[in-house]
Structures are given as structure tokens and as C-alpha cells.
């Protein structure tokens, strides 16, 4: 087992350094929900634009609700224009968020198309002006998630690149282990990351392919980050908090999950989004998210056949039932 120390974000303190990404389509207020009764770490609401939130987008303020007790608790912003940017962090901030991140990493086409995510390492002079723009616009702490480069042979710049990243004034820096073309494909390049870690005395944070003790472990002995930030491995999965906590808390091995459990999970999950949505978008929803949770288990082929088709909410009963019953028989 390798150690995490606790870590200092400016005002924010971290025992355990996990931490939730965002991630759209999923880091909604319902999953943010669930996953607090697991752990107290750092979350991350969905990714927001800055644009919508200076032009009162109602949809764009939607993926920023949150709860009175959610904390820490921080928003991520894209965009490519460092006033916009600057100011929808100062939206952020009256909001009420522990920190604001900067998307210099989403490799999506609709995205990158209007210089924003992954396209700001590509422009280094236009990101670090958005980050000092934003450190003089707000006191929360100001973030960056980052890739290694835009093809793999960008990879060699990353040290360079994450220290202008420093010297503009960020707090702290996220790295995906991936480059822009890999998307989220191939594997992840640790050596990459180790020798950026050594570009910068800010808190390095370490992203990609954790999906259990062992892969955080592997993560944390290969880079020697300062933390690790968790994305789609705790979808579906959202025990992962609490077992990588009692594992680097104490050294608890964590226990395989079972059916019975995973099901019950699967059960809260839907009740958030039912009181959250209402019935029609939960069940949309679930029919997304639910595969992710009966994934590896046997049977699952049936039940996300199932899963696929509810409509309603006595259809998702019916699908946990039968659930329940394949994890009995």
C-alpha cells in the first residue's frame, strides 16, 4: 500500500485525496447525492459553459444545482475567452462552490471547435491568460484539468506546458493520462505523468483507469502524484470512495461487492433521479447509468436487455426484482 498524505487546496483541506471528476451525463446532483453517503472527497459538478452561464442560460445553470450541505465542492468551466471565463468564476464563487476548474482536457468534437477544452494546449499563451484572469477574479481556488498533449508527440511538452500552467497562477493541476487522439482509448502512459510531476511544486493530481485499490495503488507508485482523481471507474461503482478510503486510511482490504448490494445501490440511484427529474428522465436515465451497475455480475446480459426498455417506474421494480431474484436463485 502507498501512502496519500492529506492535501491543502488554498482554503480547502483533503484528508484523503480522492477525488470525484466531472463528468457530463453523470456528476448530476442525484449521483453527487449517492456518492456522499460514501465519502466526504472533493466532487466536481458536470462541465458547465462559461458563455451560458454570463448569458443566463437556464439549462447551464441547471448542472450547477446543488445541495446546502454539499461540500467541498467545485465546478468546471469551458471556454476560450479569459474575461468570460473570469467572469462566470465569479458566478461560480457567489455560488457558493469551493473551487473553480478550467477544461483544458475535453477531447469532444463540439467542444474543442470553439478553442475551448483539449484546443487550450494548443494555445498555452490564451490558457495561462484565462488563468490569470481568473485568480484575479475570484478567491477559491483555481484548478486545471489537463491531458499529455494533443498527439502523442505533443507528450514531450507536457513539463514545460504544466509549468507556464504554475507560473500563471493555478493551485493546482489535474492530468488525464491520455493524449487528445487517444480520447479515452489505449492505456495510460505513466511515465508521461511521473516526469510532469516533476515540472511543479503545485499539488499534482493524476487521472485515468482507476477503477480499484490496486489501479490506484499501481497510479500512485508510478507518478507519485499527490492525489488521484476517479472518473468512470465509480460509475456503477460508487462503493469505490469508501473502499479506496478504509484501504489508505487503515489498509482494509476491500471486499468484493455483491449482486444483492450493487442492486440496492442501483435501487437509491433510481430514487434520486426519480425525485430529482420526475419519472420520465429517471427512467431515460437509468436505462444509461443501470448498465454500469449490473456489469460482471451473472446474468447481466438479461437484466440490461431489460433495463433498456423501462419506461415507467413500476417497469424499473419489476427489472430489481428480477434482479433479486437471478442473485437468490
Given at each position: 500500500m502507498?501512502?496519500?498524505?492529506?492535501?491543502?487546496?488554498?482554503?480547502?483541506?483533503l484528508?484523503?485525496p480522492?477525488?470525484m471528476?466531472?463528468?457530463?451525463?453523470?456528476?448530476d446532483?442525484?449521483?453527487?447525492?449517492?456518492?456522499r453517503?460514501?465519502?466526504?472527497?472533493?466532487?466536481?459538478?458536470?462541465?458547465v459553459?462559461?458563455?451560458?452561464?454570463?448569458?443566463?442560460?437556464?439549462?447551464?445553470?441547471?448542472?450547477?444545482?446543488k445541495?446546502?450541505?454539499?461540500h467541498?465542492?467545485?465546478?468546471q468551466?469551458?471556454?476560450?475567452?479569459?474575461k468570460?471565463?473570469?467572469?462566470?468564476?465569479k458566478?461560480?464563487e457567489?455560488?457558493?462552490f469551493?473551487i473553480?476548474?478550467?477544461?483544458?482536457?475535453c477531447?469532444?468534437?463540439?467542444?474543442?471547435?470553439?478553442?475551448?477544452?483539449a484546443?487550450?494546449?494548443?494555445?498555452?499563451e490564451?490558457?495561462?491568460?484565462?488563468i490569470?484572469?481568473?485568480?484575479?477574479?475570484?478567491?477559491?481556488p483555481?484548478?486545471?484539468k489537463t491531458?499529455?498533449?494533443?498527439?502523442?508527440?505533443?507528450?514531450?511538452r507536457?513539463?514545460?506546458?504544466?509549468?507556464?500552467?504554475?507560473?500563471?497562477g493555478?493551485d493546482?493541476?489535474?492530468?488525464?493520462?491520455?493524449?487528445?487522439t487517444?480520447g479515452?482509448?489505449?492505456?495510460?502512459?505513466?511515465?508521461?505523468l511521473?516526469?510532469a510531476?516533476?515540472?511543479v511544486?503545485?499539488p499534482f493530481?493524476?487521472?485515468?483507469?482507476i477503477?480499484?485499490?490496486?489501479s490506484?495503488?499501481?497510479?500512485?507508485?508510478?507518478?507519485?502524484c499527490?492525489g488521484?482523481?476517479?472518473?468512470?471507474g465509480?460509475?456503477?461503482?460508487?462503493?469505490?470512495?469508501?473502499d479506496?478510503?478504509?484501504?489508505?486510511?487503515?489498509?482494509?482490504?476491500?471486499?468484493?461487492?455483491?449482486p444483492?448490494?450493487?442492486?440496492?445501490v442501483?435501487e437509491?440511484?433510481?430514487?434520486?433521479?426519480?425525485?430529482?427529474?420526475?419519472?420520465?428522465?429517471?427512467?431515460?436515465?437509468?436505462?444509461?447509468?443501470?448498465?454500469?451497475?449490473?456489469r460482471?455480475?451473472?446474468?447481466?446480459?438479461?437484466?440490461?436487455i431489460?433495463?433498456?426498455?423501462?419506461?415507467?417506474?413500476?417497469?424499473?421494480?419489476q427489472v430489481?426484482?428480477?434482479w433479486?431474484?437471478a442473485?437468490?436463485?
Amino acid at each position: 500500500m502507498h501512502i496519500l498524505q492529506s492535501l491543502r487546496i488554498g482554503s480547502l483541506h483533503l484528508s484523503i485525496p480522492l477525488i470525484m471528476a466531472p463528468m457530463a451525463g453523470y456528476t448530476d446532483q442525484p449521483f453527487r447525492q449517492l456518492l456522499r453517503t460514501y465519502t466526504s472527497s472533493l466532487m466536481f459538478t458536470e462541465m458547465v459553459s462559461a458563455y451560458g452561464l454570463m448569458h443566463d442560460s437556464p439549462e447551464t445553470f441547471e448542472y450547477l444545482q446543488k445541495g446546502n450541505d454539499e461540500h467541498p465542492l467545485g465546478a468546471q468551466l469551458f471556454g476560450a475567452d479569459p474575461k468570460i471565463m473570469a467572469g462566470a468564476a465569479k458566478i461560480i464563487e457567489r455560488m457558493g462552490f469551493d473551487i473553480v476548474d478550467i477544461n483544458a482536457g475535453c477531447p469532444v468534437p463540439k467542444i474543442i471547435k470553439n478553442n475551448a477544452g483539449a484546443a487550450l494546449m494548443k494555445t498555452p499563451e490564451v490558457l495561462h491568460d484565462i488563468i490569470k484572469a481568473m485568480k484575479d477574479a475570484v478567491s477559491i481556488p483555481v484548478s486545471v484539468k489537463t491531458r499529455l498533449g494533443w498527439t502523442q508527440e505533443d507528450c514531450i511538452r507536457l513539463p514545460e506546458r504544466l509549468a507556464g500552467i504554475e507560473k500563471s497562477g493555478a493551485d493546482i493541476i489535474i492530468v488525464h493520462g491520455r493524449t487528445r487522439t487517444q480520447g479515452f482509448s489505449g492505456t495510460i502512459q505513466y511515465s508521461v505523468l511521473a516526469n510532469a510531476k516533476k515540472a511543479v511544486s503545485i499539488p499534482f493530481i493524476a487521472n485515468g483507469d482507476i477503477r480499484d485499490y490496486r489501479s490506484c495503488d499501481h497510479m500512485i507508485q508510478e507518478t507519485h502524484c499527490d492525489g488521484v482523481m476517479i472518473g468512470r471507474g465509480a460509475l456503477g461503482s460508487p462503493w469505490l470512495f469508501r473502499d479506496l478510503t478504509a484501504y489508505y486510511t487503515d489498509g482494509t482490504l476491500p471486499q468484493r461487492t455483491s449482486p444483492q448490494e450493487a442492486c440496492i445501490v442501483m435501487e437509491k440511484h433510481f430514487k434520486a433521479l426519480y425525485n430529482y427529474y420526475g419519472e420520465y428522465k429517471a427512467c431515460l436515465f437509468i436505462r444509461r447509468i443501470g448498465k454500469d451497475y449490473i456489469r460482471g455480475f451473472s446474468g447481466a446480459k438479461s437484466i440490461r436487455i431489460a433495463l433498456s426498455a423501462v419506461a415507467a417506474k413500476d417497469e424499473f421494480v419489476q427489472v430489481v426484482q428480477q434482479w433479486k431474484r437471478a442473485c437468490t436463485a
